[in-house]
C-alpha cells in the first residue's frame, strides 16, 4: 500500500532554514504529482507547493512564494521541501500528499503522518 | 477562490443524519473534494468531484452540488465517523480548503 513517511522537522529560531523530506513507497512515483500541505495549530489546510511529476512544473502558495522551494529526485522516491527564512506563522503540521491521478490532480488521495515545525526564538 | 464550510461545528448522535454544506466564492463546476480528519491524524480523501466516492469508503458517505454549493451527508452517523471534515475546490490554482466543520458527539 501507499506509504509517505516525512522527517526533518523540528524547533527552529526565525530566519533560520529547514529541509523536509518525505519518502514515497508503494506506488510508482514518478508517474504522480506530489504536494505539500500544512495545518497550524488549530487551524484548516493550507495549500504549500505542488511540483509536477517529472519536475517540470511548480508552484506555491502566496505565504511560501520565495521563500520555500519544491523538488524530488525520482531516482530515490523522495519528496523535498526547502524552507527559507522561516516566521512564527509558518509554525505547522506539514504533511506530503499525493495526487489521486497520475501526471495532474487537484485532490489527495494519500497524506504521510505529517511533520511539525515549530519555528520560535 | 474561497470557501466556506457551515456549520463550523456541529454536535449528533449515533444515527443521525449529518448534513455539512461547502460554499465556493465563484464557480467551480463539480471540482471539489471532501476529506476526513480524526484527532491526531493526516486528513484522508472520502469524495473527489463533488460526488464520487472513494475506494473504501462507507455507502454512509454521500457528497452532490456543482456551481458554487456543495453538500457532505452522512446518512447514519457512526462512531468512528466523529471527526472533522474538510472541503477543497480543485478547479483552479491555489486550491484551497475551507475552515473545517467538526462533528461532535451529542
Known amino acids: 500500500q501507499v506509504q509517505l513517511v516525512e522527517s526533518g522537522g523540528g524547533v527552529v529560531q526565525p530566519g533560520r532554514s529547514l529541509r523536509l523530506s518525505c519518502v514515497a513507497s508503494?506506488?510508482?512515483?514518478?508517474?504522480?504529482?506530489m504536494k505539500w500541505v500544512r495545518q497550524a495549530p488549530g487551524k484548516g489546510l493550507e495549500f504549500v507547493a505542488v511540483?509536477?511529476?517529472?519536475?517540470?512544473?511548480?508552484y506555491y502558495g502566496d505565504s511560501v512564494e520565495g521563500r520555500f522551494t519544491i523538488s524530488r529526485d525520482n531516482s530515490k522516491n523522495t519528496l523535498y521541501l526547502q524552507m527559507n527564512n522561516l516566521s512564527g506563522e509558518d509554525t505547522a503540521i506539514y504533511y506530503c500528499t499525493k495526487e489521486r491521478l497520475p501526471r495532474a490532480s487537484p485532490d489527495c488521495d494519500s497524506w504521510g503522518q505529517g511533520v511539525l515545525v515549530s519555528v520560535s526564538s | 477562490i474561497q470557501m466556506t464550510q457551515s456549520p463550523s461545528s456541529l454536535s449528533a448522535s449515533i444515527g443521525d443524519r449529518v448534513t455539512i454544506t461547502c460554499r465556493a466564492s465563484?464557480?467551480?463546476?463539480?471540482?471539489l473534494a471532501w476529506y476526513q480528519q480524526k484527532p491526531g491524524k493526516a486528513p484522508g480523501l472520502l469524495i473527489s468531484t463533488a460526488s464520487n466516492l472513494h475506494s473504501g469508503v462507507p455507502s454512509r458517505f454521500s457528497g452532490s452540488g456543482s456551481g458554487t454549493d456543495f453538500t457532505l451527508t452522512i446518512t447514519s452517523l457512526q462512531s468512528e465517523d466523529f471527526a472533522t471534515y474538510h472541503c477543497q475546490q480543485a478547479k483552479s490554482f491555489p486550491w484551497t480548503f475551507g475552515q473545517g466543520t467538526k462533528v461532535e458527539i451529542k
Open positions: 465563484q464557480d467551480i463546476g463539480i471540482a
Open positions: 511540483i509536477a511529476f517529472d519536475g517540470s512544473l511548480k
Open positions: 508503494g506506488f510508482t512515483f514518478s508517474d504522480y504529482g
